[in-house]
């Protein structure tokens, strides 16, 4: 029993302790730092699932630190949005952390593969951190540890990933700073920094320029965050040079974790009340995050180079997200939340393929999926489930997110959302069909090309994420009455 | 007007920061911006916790019967909030200048258009 009481701090707690651990490991035994934190990062899985189960059971947890009480303590609440999250970097890190144990030997020299993992875990510390926290200032220091460890590690990818890595440090420090000075005007209009506290006290200032300014600064510095469209610059840049081995973690957590605050901020911080009726920029957000897929989906189109397609798709899913929250039906939030899921699980796959492509063909162009499509077997099926499900075609989980966001949409009226919607998934069927191309139309080269063997740790965790998009669309039933519990009471 | 001359003081120093990041050419430069930008935002904290006439927050005795006036001393939580804030900060400046160290090593120049000329030279 007090085992599933600790368990708030185990999701946390066993992430930190290995990555304390491998540092020590690096100098002393480098032998054992892979074995240690496939040690870590199972037994933190299984923490984590077990504290979905809990919650699903028995509702919301609270854990405080050091037994100091809410208003004067840190303390950490799990509720179901937290559970998922946590499930979510989980899956996600597991796999892959499984797929880094051979992409690194590639990518990074040997003699530093020890720091690498103490940074790769810090940085998963740092994403469960934020996840679960329930006060906003010790939110913002995980989310500084977060970017910190990923500043790092998207550095380590050589020359030019260490100049795009720079430009991303300047951003997300303001993007940060932006998020500090929001939750200073709370502070000083509430005189606490506690979110359940703040939820308490800020009906009673709805109208006051403070909780507006407030809001702007939060949102702005959370946008820039997660490369909400206008914001989006440093995002291709990074992404496309920084190491696979770190992509793999990044890409699919690192957004989606400023869309979790951004939730959480509008839900259990502001209120749903405030966000959605005392404020009137329902249209404008919706405009902007349409906006966001079409610009996303054009650039995605106009390039060539595989890795930077898919960072401007990576775009163009936050688009949808926020799209979907913003809307206000409590169908495009449940698909929302719900995309958080499926785009984590599709951006991990996208990565992954470009990972093989790129180690194995030595090339990211169009013109190397032809040789893809004959030579790597396992890469080619996994491009076809992920673009399958990007796309929106029914047993994958990209379909259900995309048919609720519409059925929301149509209910209040955002019709250029669903155009937006729409044309975004005949971008990706293009892009799609561009990579397809290439193996009908080209002529087989002389030789015919030998299949290549792709190494067990690279097709374990594409076959893992590949079953998880579709076993995540055919179980949508389960999620969606997940995340129904999820939604505030005055939205359903 | 002149009674919030710290907010005053708070955004001019943020504005000089960000001018700073996103005019200057030189790369370390657009670092010292940043540590302004933050500096701006630690000093914003700071002041909302002082209050005029207000005494440092350490007790020197404490009395059960005299009961303690809130109103003396200054807000204690901004400023060990801020003493985290400023880790961050030096952490954050500590990284940003190795990567400028590992841009000039790659470059031999901190000066940002040479560095992207260089670059567009690679690619032709």
Redesign the interface.
């Known amino acids: 029993m007090s085992m599933i009481n600790q368990l708030p701090f185990y999701v946390v707690g066993i992430p930190l302790f290995t990555a304390l651990i491998i540092g020590v490991l690096a100098i002393v035994q480098p032998k054992l730092v892979r074995l240690t934190g496939l040690v870590g990062i199972i037994s933190g899985a299984y923490a984590s699932l077990t504290l979905f189960l809990t919650v699903q059971q028995s509702g919301t947890k609270y854990y405080t630190f050091g037994n100091w009480p809410a208003p004067y303590g840190i303390e950490y609440s799990v509720d179901t949005l937290n559970a998922l999250m946590i499930l979510l970097i989980y899956a996600v890190s597991l796999l892959a952390y499984v797929y880094s144990l051979r992409s690194v030997i590639i990518e990074i020299p040997s003699n530093k593969h020890g720091y690498y993992y103490t940074l790769y875990f810090l940085l998963i510390t740092g994403l469960i951190g934020i996840t679960i926290t329930g006060d906003a ?1 010790n939110l ?2 995980l989310y ?1 540890i977060c970017a ?1 460890s990923s ?2 590690l998207l ?1 380590s990818g050589g ?2 990933a ?2 795009a ?2 430009y991303y ?2 951003i997300g ?2 993007g940060a ?1 932006f998020y ?2 929001g939750v ?1 005007y709370l ?2 209009k509430t005189g606490t ?1 506690n979110m359940g506290q703040l939820f308490e006290h800020i009906p009673s200032i709805y109208f006051t320029s403070s909780i507006l300014v407030a809001f702007i600064f939060i949102n702005v510095g959370l946008f820039i965050k997660m490369a909400l469209f206008p914001l989006h610059g440093w995002l291709p840049n990074v992404y496309t040079k920084a190491p696979i081995s770190t992509t793999c973690l990044l890409a699919p957590l690192g957004t989606k974790l400023s869309i979790y605050i951004l939730i959480r901020f509008y839900f259990h911080v502001f209120g749903p009340e405030y966000v959605f009726q005392v404020l009137n920029i329902q249209p404008f957000m919706v405009w902007l995050a349409t906006l966001a897929i079409i610009v996303g989906s054009v650039y995605a189109i106009f390039h060539t180079n595989y890795r930077s397609t898919i960072a401007f798709i990576i775009v163009a899913e936050i688009g949808y997200i926020i799209g979907g929250l913003w809307i206000g039906h409590p169908d495009s939030i449940a698909a929302s939340i719900y995309h958080i899921l499926a785009d984590s699980l599709m951006t991990l796959s996208l990565f992954m393929i470009a990972g093989t492509v790129l180690f194995y063909l030595k090339s990211e162009k169009t013109s190397a999926f032809a040789l893809t499509f004959r030579q790597l077997r396992i890469t080619s099926i996994s491009l076809v489930v992920v673009f399958a499900s990007i796309v929106g075609i029914p047993p994958t989980s990209g379909f259900f997110s995309k048919m609720y966001l519409i059925k929301g949409a149509f209910a209040m009226g955002h019709y250029q959302f669903i155009v937006a919607l729409l044309f975004s998934s005949l971008a990706s069927l293009f892009i799609f069909f561009r990579l397809f191309e290439a193996y009908f139309y080209s002529k087989p080269p002389e030789p015919a090309p030998s299949i290549i063997k792709e190494d067990r740790l690279f097709t374990l965790p594409m076959i893992g994420v590949s079953t998880g998009i579709i076993l995540l669309g055919v179980t949508f039933n389960y999620w969606f009455s997940v995340i129904s519990r999820i939604i505030p009471v005055g939205l359903r | 007007m002149i009674l919030k001359f710290n907010y005053v003081i708070m955004i001019i120093l943020m504005m000089l920061g ?1 001018w700073a ?1 996103i005019a200057k050419k030189n ?1 370390i430069k ?2 010292i911006g ?1 540590a302004i ?2 500096t701006g ?1 630690i000093l ?2 700071i002041s ?1 916790g002082a209050k005029s006439g207000s005494n440092i927050p350490i007790l020197d005795y404490y009395d059960r019967y005299k009961p303690i006036d809130a109103a003396q001393y200054a807000n204690p939580l ?1 400023q060990i ?1 801020m003493l ?2 400023i880790v ?1 900060g030096v ?2 400046l500590g ?2 200048l190795t ?2 160290r ?2 000039y090593d ?1 470059y031999k120049t901190f000066n940002e258009d040479e ?1 992207l000329q260089e ?1 567009k030279n690679e690619h032709d």
């Open positions: 200032f913002y220091v500084e910190l500043y790092a550095a020359k030019r260490t100049l890595t720079f440090l300047l420090t303001v700073c500090l000075i200073a502070f000083i920094l | 960000l990041m790369i657009k670092l940043m930008f933050q935002i914003f904290y909302m901004t909030l985290t804030a961050v952490a954050t990284l940003g990567l400028a590992k841009i790659d560095i670059i």
